[in-house]
């Protein structure tokens, strides 16, 4: 079903003389697997990982077909090293404490340098195990990110079109106060119908020089196909790293507003109730992972719903090629499942009652306004159980589990 690419990502690796901070080792960060289109994809371990349980100098796998679901499994990794390769512990808070102080003098030429709270370089030792000299070449890669990204800006910049479909929101906790991220897919639009026909009809209206001196009302000039493509390519291009400035946005948002307080994580909830084919964004996946190392020890857990026999299929595919931490950091839950596992982990005043709660979400979900979803307590069915009416069903090609058993 998958085809697995050795080469796609490579382990780290680096050698530096051993001090009492910097260690010799290989270590890829800890970034808490997966991403919000399609979360199976986490720190993926080769075949040979799984047969010997030993790394060497084995190459990451990468799924290279992309799967029904509209999104390929591509993931970074975190492979077990053996003891003699450096420290595999979780440093102590002295240990990060020197790692603070080593990094700011190492770094503090870097103008993007005071954007890294001392928490924020602390988890970057954390997430690789102690291994400080792979963890300092992950900062300094975080921060020519931050850089080129132009991250110091991100708060400043206007997202209300993107906050108002709803589609990604940080608004509840859990039990524990780490922020709840929510992503319903079936009210993310790759590429909005305006845009393309924007993109489409960009170059109408143009004319030739030498038409337009020789005829007072010169002929509007076709795009030609060629152009047309350039176009949208850039439309496209242009609307994945806006989502993906919107998806850093939301993040940094909820620590300004300390919905996402620093020393809490994310919980994850990939709603893909109602989603369709043209809400698939392999491309934007892609992206946000990308970016995923840059925000180490953050994500905490994922839980995915509905679960299809399609979702089951690429899971038993892929969970193989995960350590068992991403394994059970990863939920798939059946629709009935949902109120009752995410009612235990929140509090049902912070739950959406879309999902089992009471918590009312700022769009109107009863409407069925998005993506043509209508979800609700019916009086036919159990108590507490989520009722849907999943349109998609006839159109895209997934199948769900009951229907499949």
């Given amino acids: 079903m998958f085809k697995f690419k050795k080469d796609a990502l490579a382990v780290a690796s680096s050698s530096a003389p051993s001090t009492s901070v910097d260690v010799v080792g290989r270590d890829e960060p800890n970034t808490g697997g997966g991403h919000l289109l399609n979360p199976l994809g986490s ?20 799924p290279q077909k992309e799967s029904r679901s509209g999104s390929a499994l591509p993931v970074p990794s975190n492979h077990q090293r053996p003891a003699s390769e450096g420290s595999t512990r979780a440093p102590s808070p ?10 700011r003098e190492k770094l503090k030429s870097h103008p ?96 030739s020089a030498s ?9 509007l000039r076709e795009p030609s196909k060629k152009e047309k493509k350039e176009e949208l390519s850039a439309a496209l291009q242009a609307s994945i790293e806006r989502n993906l400035r919107f998806f850093v946005y939301t993040i940094e948002r909820a620590k300004q507003t300390h919905r996402l307080r620093s020393d809490n994580k994310l919980i994850v909830i990939i709603d893909r109730i109602g989603m369709t084919p043209a809400n698939y964004d ?18 905490e857990s994922y839980y995915v719903f509905p679960k299809n026999a399609m979702l089951m299929v690429a899971w038993k595919v892929t969970r193989v090629f995960l350590d068992p931490v991403t394994v059970a950091r990863i939920k798939l839950l059946g629709e009935a499942e949902v109120p009752s596992v995410l009612g235990d982990i929140m509090d049902k005043r912070e739950l959406l009652v879309r999902y ?9 979900e009863q409407t069925g306004s998005s993506g043509g979803c209508v979800i609700g307590t019916g009086a036919d069915s159990a ?16 199948v769900d589990a009951d229907e499949a058993k």
């Avoid at 005071?114 to 992950?138: C, G, P, V, W, Y």
């Avoid at 038409?211 to 002929?219: C, D, E, G, K, N």
């Fill in 112 to 207: 993007y340098i005071s954007s890294l709270t001392d928490l924020e370089i602390k988890r970057f030792l954390i997430s690789h195990r102690n291994i400080s000299a792979n963890a300092l070449k992950q900062v300094q890669a975080t921060l020519e990110w931050r850089q080129s990204f132009n991250f110091n800006s991100i708060l400043t910049e206007d997202f209300s079109d993107l906050e108002a479909t709803g589609k990604l929101v940080i608004d509840s906790v859990d039990y524990q106060q780490n922020a709840i991220m929510i992503w319903q897919q079936h009210r993310h639009v790759p590429l909005p119908a305006s845009s393309v026909t924007a993109a489409a009809s960009s170059n109408i209206g143009t004319t």
């Fill in 94 to 103: 002295e240990e990060q404490e020197a790692f603070v102080t080593v990094v």
């Fill in 43 to 62: 720190r993926f371990r080769s075949r040979t990982e799984v047969k010997e349980n030993q790394v060497g100098n084995s190459s990451l796998c990468e």
């Fill in 211 to 219: 038409s337009s001196s020789s005829t007072p009302s010169a002929q």
């Fill in 383 to 398: 108590a507490g159980d989520l009722v849907v009416d999943d349109v998609d069903d006839d159109d895209d090609e997934f």
């Fill in 282 to 299: 392999q491309p934007l996946g892609k992206a946000i992972v990308s970016v995923m190392p840059h925000y180490p020890e953050l994500f």
């Fill in 356 to 364: 089992g709660g009471e918590k009312v979400e700022g769009i109107a």
